[in-house]
């Protein structure tokens, strides 16, 4: 392994990833195996390289800090490779190109630690060699959080927090937005599988479905990369978690951009480090409107000075010089140095030389990316761990210190964990008992405007925060792509509204479902409801569904025109009624009343008065009283009317069957046969209602099952047997007497009421088989109107087909109401 050195009382060693790539041909068995060659020189690297080396020439200029000791560095590159991150680090130790472990052969200085590596996925196989070995590692970019374990990577250190807080912050920073619907991208190795399960439970966690997980690396061939790009381009999905080194994403931004998928917004994890020089200005478009976490950055004051005066003739001893001068001004060196050191510099002219005297000027900002120093501010506080480490190890005070070859890397390492120091900033850092620091990012965003590559911060994840606010988000600042002109939306399916409820689609993630209408009788006041809640009783829902409001208490009353016009119904009835009864008093001597049975006329003709009045018990407020007495006393009335009928049938039978004076029958003729059917037909009626009000009393009560917007104030009949055997007896009477007149309808005679009795009884039955399905098929106070109706209809019929013909001959006809015409006719 190749290594750069600069010599000193004490080393640093140094594993940085200076390419971003590297090529590796598997071996063979018949020779000797190539070494991994690195390839795509990245600036942006290159830059934590510098920013190692300026923070030792501050150390070593430094009064206070290690006076009269001078650091020096031992850098590796371990270019993306696994494979030369572990020889790397075996040759820093070892100072030789075949190392040996836990052998030093530079006797002049001992290595006190090592800086690096920037990934997770390098750091892991250096730290296992370290934590054997006692040196301490630290990291200034390597998140992993199983890294903390301090008993399976005992000297791993990091300046930038663990991603075990942000995995969590990743999704509550997608729940910030509302997204529901999202995808991820994850590197493909232990790294960025462990992230990914911890982000994806977090999401859960807060109700986030995952549409889909894709695995992306360097390695991956152009048939891989589409393959995922198909994924995203398919996907509802807007917005994508990218939980990946940058290094890895390059191939699949380009194939986003050259398939035309510029339309998504990514969030980064703080692992993807945004470096606009690994991408073209094309592909930029694809990262226009990102959000990402980065780890909270410092100030370096004289950094991007010491940038700008960078110059191949003056620094010739820095480690890539020649190589980075190629790639910032696109020329090649006449010499093999450069040429041997760079592999891939892009569109080179071949008349174009690099002469040494280039100026950076105002390319350096561009070159180095400094509007983002947040990982060489990382590896830049690293050093200055070690050096107060150090300082503290070998008792430095009054300008001097002991032996410097009284450091050992394990009294590093001890020194280390209880050493602090402060940043320019006036910042105290201490390593916690994880050799972690603080836990702190910025939120920021990326910007592409008019070519120009922005990071625009728009927020901070502090999870110490003493205000409860671990997430700080100024979303006006933050400008998407072209796509949106706001935030933009990633969900599956669109938001239920209130008065709807969530449906998941089988074989769907949560986060897909349908929106359905509550159901009668039940709210959703909330979006996005699981469940509908049914409303009280006493309420209803709204027509949006999305309320419970008070129902209408409803029953029959006096004030509405339906109930005004069944009382003038009954007032008419009922005067009628009351007008033909004193119409018959007046002429009851007359043949026509004689002949009709006076007495049970008058019974009658009461007992319908009565049964128009009943009616009033059915309008109005139900109450205890009213409720006893409606079906009961018209089932009493109605009885001695129908019974009434019975009995003047019966005698009209017997009056025309007993005109022979030795006729046996005219014994009947007289007023026993009438009482008794009247007295017997009534009694019934009247025990059958007893026993209803006995065992099962009718009672007011409110309904509030009928009407989903009502609540029905009614008389609630008890045991129905009771009702219907009221009305089944009623309708038994009506038969029998409509049977015998029909039978008796064509009996000689003038004043035949068999005829009159026939369609009297006619018309109550129709009534009442018509108030049957109606009863059962309304509700409510139409209810209580059909049955109002019923009683008015049958008793009007009653009073129509039996009292009006005789009427008609008492006021219009009187010259027919004549004993004369009486005996004639029977007679005849």
Not at 69 to 88: D, H, Q, Y
Not at 161 to 183: D, E, K, M, Y
Not at 699 to 709: A, D, G, K, R, V
Not at 785 to 798: E, H, M, R, T, W
Request: glycine letters at 6%.
């Amino acid at each position: 392994m190749d290594f750069f050195l600069q010599k000193g009382d004490i080393l640093i060693g140094g594993s940085f990833v200076v390419h971003s790539a590297f090529d590796f041909q598997p071996p063979t068995f018949q020779e000797l195996p190539k070494p991994v060659l690195c390839t795509r020189f990245h600036i942006r690297y290159y830059r934590d390289v510098l920013g190692l080396m300026f923070a030792i020439n501050e150390v070593n200029r430094s009064p206070n800090l290690l006076p009269n000791v001078t650091l020096g560095f031992s850098l590796i590159n371990t270019c993306m490779s696994e494979l030369r991150a572990v020889g790397g680090v075996m040759s820093l130790l070892s100072v030789a190109d075949n190392p040996i472990p836990d052998y030093n052969c530079y006797l002049q200085s001992v290595t006190a630690g090592i800086v690096g590596d920037l990934f997770s996925a390098l750091s892991l196989p250096i730290a296992r060699i370290l934590g054997v070995l006692h040196y301490p590692q630290i990291s200034h970019g390597a998140t992993l959080s199983s890294l903390s374990n301090k008993i399976n990577f005992p000297s791993f250190f990091r300046t930038i927090p663990s991603n075990a807080f942000q995995n969590i912050a990743l999704s509550q920073l997608v729940g910030q937005f509302g997204w529901t619907w999202v995808g991820m991208l994850v590197v493909d190795n232990d790294v960025g599988l462990q992230g990914a399960q911890v982000i994806q439970a977090g999401m859960v966690r807060i109700g986030v479905c995952v549409a889909f997980l894709e695995k992306i690396h360097l390695s991956y061939s152009a048939r891989q990369i589409s393959s995922v790009v198909q994924v995203i381009r398919k996907s509802t999905v807007n917005v994508t978690v990218l939980h990946s080194p940058e290094v890895h994403t390059k191939a699949l931004l380009d194939a986003l951009f050259a398939e035309g998928v510029t339309g998504k917004i990514f969030i980064t994890s703080a692992s993807f480090a945004i470096t606009p020089g690994l991408y073209s200005k094309n592909t930029w478009k694809v990262l226009n409107g990102t959000i990402g976490l980065i780890p909270k950055t410092g100030i370096m004051p004289g950094f991007e000075n010491f940038l700008l005066n960078l110059s191949p003739s003056e620094h010739s001893s820095y480690p890539f010089i020649r190589v980075f001068w190629e790639k910032a001004f696109n020329c090649k060196w006449t010499d093999g140095d450069g040429e041997q050191q760079t592999s891939d510099v892009l569109n080179i002219n071949d008349t174009a030389h690099c002469t040494g005297e280039e100026q950076l000027g105002e390319k350096t900002s561009f070159l180095f990316e400094t509007n983002n120093l947040s990982y060489t501010y990382h590896a830049y506080l690293a050093v200055y761990a070690y050096a107060h480490a150090l300082h503290s190890l070998l008792g430095c005070h009054d300008g001097f210190c002991d032996e410097f070859s009284n450091v050992k890397p394990w009294k590093v390492l001890h020194h280390l964990k209880k050493s602090s120091f402060r940043t320019w900033a006036g910042e105290e850092l201490t390593f916690n008992a994880d050799g972690d620091l603080t836990a702190s990012y910025d939120i920021i965003n990326v910007q592409v405007l008019q070519n120009t590559f922005n990071f625009v911060k728009v927020g901070k994840v502090d999870p110490e925060s003493k205000d409860g606010d671990k997430i700080t988000l100024n979303i006006s600042s933050i400008l998407w792509n072209e796509q949106f002109s706001h935030v933009p939306s990633s969900v599956c399916s669109v938001q239920c509204l209130p008065g709807q409820r969530k449906v998941p689609r089988q074989g769907q993630p949560v986060c897909c479902y349908d929106c359905l209408p509550c159901s009668v009788s039940e709210v959703a006041n909330d979006t996005d409801a699981s469940e509908c809640v049914k409303c009280p009783p006493d309420q209803w829902s709204s027509e949006e569904k999305d309320r419970c409001i008070q129902k209408v208490i409803e029953f029959l009353t006096y004030e509405e025109p339906l109930g005004i016009m069944l009382v003038i119904m009954v007032v008419i009835f009922s005067s009628l009624t009351i007008c033909i009864l004193i119409l018959f008093a007046k002429h009851q001597e007359t043949p026509i009343i004689k002949a009709t049975n006076r007495e049970l006329s008058y019974i009658l003709m009461v007992s319908l008065i009565l049964c128009f009045l009943c009616c009033l018990l059915f309008i109005g407020q139900p109450s205890n009283v009213t409720c006893l007495l409606r079906q009961t006393f018209f089932s009493v009335v109605f009885s001695i009317s129908i019974s009434t009928v019975l009995a003047k049938t019966i005698m009209v039978i017997l009056a025309f069957k007993a005109t022979r004076l030795n006729s046996p029958l005219r014994k009947w003729l007289g007023p026993v046969i009438p009482r008794h059917v009247v007295g017997l037909c009534s009694g019934l009626q009247i025990v059958i209602c007893s026993v209803w009000l006995y065992k099962s009393p009718p009672f007011p009560s409110l309904n509030t099952e009928i009407e989903n917007h009502k609540i029905i104030f009614e008389c609630n009949e008890g045991h129905k047997l009771f009702f219907y055997m009221t009305l089944g007896f009623m309708g038994f009477l009506a038969m029998i007497s409509f049977f015998a007149a029909f039978l008796a309808r064509n009996l000689p005679g003038t004043y035949n009421e068999a005829k009159l009795i026939t369609f009297s009884m006619l018309v109550f039955c129709c009534v009442w088989i018509s108030f049957i399905p109606a009863y059962l098929s309304t509700s409510g106070k139409y209810t209580v109107a059909v049955q109002v109706f019923a009683i008015l209809a049958s008793s009007a019929g009653l009073l129509s087909c039996i009292f009006l013909p005789k009427c008609y001959i008492i006021l219009l006809r009187p010259e027919r109401n004549s004993r004369e015409l009486l005996v004639s006719s029977k007679r005849n």
